[in-house]
């Protein structure tokens, strides 16, 4: 018989399909659903896929594990290796758009980069490095910018009490000043029309296309990029050469969506400096530190839980055997970014690992992506997001909700943002709350 990859059993499909997707489906892939998100936390559903995949490995081995659900035939990596391989080899042998994904975010940006294949992704590709300075010394980041951050987060810092929804709600505002310049800061239907739309990608090609809202949307984003002079990255938009083909609102448009994980990061991580004294005071000292604290924080908990391919042509794997053209692909982020076989770290806070090389080392732990289909945006939105987390650490927060995210024990791995809730204190005198 010719060689072949290790097929999951039924029992097997039924348990990565119960402990796994359903679970990530439910809180929704594209725009997560509160109530969902909480009792996920609750039940710590994560963890119950990452058994499943321990499971899988300790009884097949690292190697890949071909799964077909409701007829579709998807190859999840459980080795590291592979999962480099994969990520480096996007754009040749494994494509971005992969047929979900591509489902999903259709509703909203059909012809954005991340879902567009072929020789079209290439040009699109270069346009969004150029605008968004991505090869650049210093990426995009105007002192407009750290001027909207400052101006958004003050009311926040003067409150005594933080929620999800008012640390949202000020991250939103500096979201849509940043891409599309200060006139859009109140434009909240803006950010209306794009969360409907997302709303309808949870449910991929199940929901009708709603191209009248789109239209919409597309239409209220132009009106920035059209000003005389376009504020925040619409005035990189208008300065970078494109053509038609490339379709720049569209590209705005991605950039708009994929911001909008960015806070979901920078809130987990103030919780955690909230219950990590030390490691607090020297992010309040060292921006590159704080960085590293928004980095540690989407590595606990992904906001993409699963990166994935499509293989573009027939490849081969060790062992020798072949995977067909238009196979997906599945990188599971919660377990690699958990993998306590590899990283002494798995299930702690600790930020020291993005300054010291060993999380970047380490390909399988890709809170951006990695390789020729990483994120250009990725020095952006860690610029934005430790802008804002350094004007709230100018005061001491404690986490007033039961959220377990302090030392001692390893922390959970899934995480209720919603529900998370802080107040300001002020130290007493030796050093007690």
């Known amino acids: ?18 402990l796994g997707l359903l679970p990530a489906l439910a809180q929704g ?37 071909l799964v077909t659900v409701a007829g579709r035939s998807g190859l999840v990596l459980l080795s590291a290796d592979d999962a480099r391989r994969v990520l480096a080899e996007t754009d040749v042998s494994f494509t971005a758009a992969n047929r979900e994904k591509t489902a999903a975010l259709s509703h909203f940006e059909p012809d954005g980069v991340l879902i567009t294949p072929g020789a079209a992704r290439a040009e699109r590709r270069a346009f969004n490095e150029a605008a968004l300075g991505h090869h650049a010394d210093r990426p995009w980041f105007h002192e407009s ?34 891409v599309f310049g200060d006139a859009a800061r109140d434009d909240e239907r803006l950010t209306e029309l794009r969360d409907e739309l997302r709303g309808d990608g949870n449910w991929f090609m199940l929901h009708r296309k709603r191209h009248r809202l789109r239209e919409e949307l597309f239409a209220r984003s132009r009106r920035y990029l059209d000003l005389p002079e376009p504020g925040g990255l619409a005035r990189a938009v208008r300065a970078t050469p494109a053509t038609a083909d490339v379709k720049p609102v569209a590209q705005t448009q991605h950039w708009f969506f994929a911001f909008d994980a960015a806070p979901i990061g920078a809130y987990l991580a103030l919780g955690l400096l909230a219950r990590h004294p030390e490691q607090a005071a020297r992010a ?33 794997w060790p062992g020798g055997w072949t995977l067909p053209a238009g196979t997906a692909v599945i990188i599971p982020g919660s377990y690699f970014h958990r993998d306590a076989r590899r990283l002494p770290y798995a299930d702690r806070f600790e930020p020291e690992v993005w300054l010291d090389g060993r999380a970047e080392a380490e390909w399988s732990i890709a809170p951006f992506s990695r390789g020729p289909a990483g994120c250009p945006g990725r020095d952006i939105v860690l610029g934005t997001s430790a802008a804002f987390l350094a004007e709230l650490l100018g005061r001491d927060w404690r986490v007033t909700s039961s959220h377990r995210l302090g030392p001692g024990r390893p922390l959970p791995r899934t995480a209720d943002h919603t529900s998370l809730r802080l107040e300001a204190f002020t130290p007493s005198s030796d050093g007690f709350s």
């Open 145 to 178: 910018s750290r001027t909207a951050v400052r101006e958004e987060v003050r009311p926040l810092a003067a409150g005594d009490e933080l929620t999800w929804q008012r640390f949202h709600a000020a991250y939103q505002r500096v979201v849509r000043r940043i």
């Open 284 to 316: 309040r000292a060292d921006d590159t530190y704080l960085r590293a604290c928004v980095l540690e924080s989407q590595r606990l908990w992904p906001t993409t839980l699963a990166i994935l391919r499509d293989t573009t042509t027939e490849t081969r």
């Open 29 to 65: 892939v594209v725009l997560r659903r509160p109530l969902t998100v909480r009792l996920a936390a609750a039940l710590d559903t994560n963890a119950w896929g990452c058994r499943v995949l321990d499971d899988l490995r300790e009884r097949h081995g690292p190697g890949p594990v």
């Open 1 to 18: 018989m010719a060689p072949g990859p290790t097929r999951a059993g039924w029992t097997d499909a039924v348990r990565l399909t119960a």
